[in-house]
């Protein structure tokens, strides 16, 4: 049974799936899919191509799918996607595409969007990222699996935030930040492997091991970038970890933070 507030106003354009809750005073424009079980607490604002994946839970006051604040937007149908079983606390604001940037914006499933935070235009975001109070990313950003965004972080437009990578708070990122890594600061440094976070993710200590070695080369000795990925490609490129490392350095275009 799907239960609509009489205070909300939906479009009977819109698609709402099976066992949805809308709370009062929401609002859902002509192109929106809710999927099954999907709960939008009171003044929701969700509007223009937007789809809504099942059993995502959606707090007091956010806003999904308006237009970008890109001056270049001309009103072409973009579209905004959010994966499954998402948590989006209250004041959070997700913008769709632009025409420049792939005209999508999209979450991963089981997501936390924690209060205030901000997901511009062209934000690709991976599975169980979580992104903590006030973090911001701007126009076109892409978050790997796992990534975790600390409170009052901003994100430099084109950046890349890689897998289980833990950025901390009030950090300022403006180059691709690397995946199992620790990034903090203003501007932002990273000082070396994550290693609570791949202990809690019960990583085999070997990994771990071998994630260490790579850090130690990329940020402890005295070698250049190049230097170090070639002596980390002869030594311990056998690991997955390490290997999806060093190709997430070598696909970087803003170069990474170290």
């Known amino acids: 049974m799907t239960f609509i507030h009489p205070s909300s106003v939906v479009s009977p354009r819109a698609t709402v799936g099976r066992d949805c809750h809308i709370g009062p005073y929401s609002i859902i424009g002509d192109e929106v899919t809710l999927g099954d079980g999907v709960r939008l607490d009171a003044h929701c604002v969700i509007d223009g191509r937007t789809w809504v994946g099942d059993e995502t839970h959606v707090f007091p006051f956010v806003s999904i799918g308006l237009a970008p604040q890109d001056l270049k937007y001309k009103g072409e149908p973009a579209e905004t996607r959010i994966g499954r079983r998402n948590h989006i606390r209250e004041f959070v604001t997700i913008h769709r595409g632009t ?10 499933d089981d997501c936390l969007i924690m209060a205030q935070a901000h997901i511009a235009h062209d934000c690709l975001i991976g599975n169980s990222v979580i992104m903590a109070n006030a973090a911001t990313l701007a126009g076109h950003v892409r978050v790997e699996d796992d990534a975790n965004i600390g409170a009052y972080s901003g994100v430099h437009q084109f950046c ?22 620790l990034t903090v600061g203003n501007h932002a440094k990273c000082y070396g492997l994550n290693t609570l976070g791949m202990k809690r993710r019960k990583y085999p200590q070997s990994t771990i091991g071998a994630l260490h070695h790579a850090f130690r080369l990329l940020l402890a000795s005295k070698l250049n970038t190049t230097q170090a990925l070639a002596r980390i490609r002869a030594e311990i490129a056998d690991t997955p970890e390490v290997a999806e490392l060093v190709r997430f350095i070598e696909t970087s275009e803003r170069g990474v933070v170290k």
Do not use: C, H, N, S
């Open 99 to 108: 025409q420049g940037g792939g005209m999508l914006t999209q979450t991963g």
């Open 160 to 181: 890349r935030i890689g897998r289980e990578a833990y950025v901390g708070g009030y950090t300022v990122v403006v180059k691709d930040a690397l995946p199992f890594a």
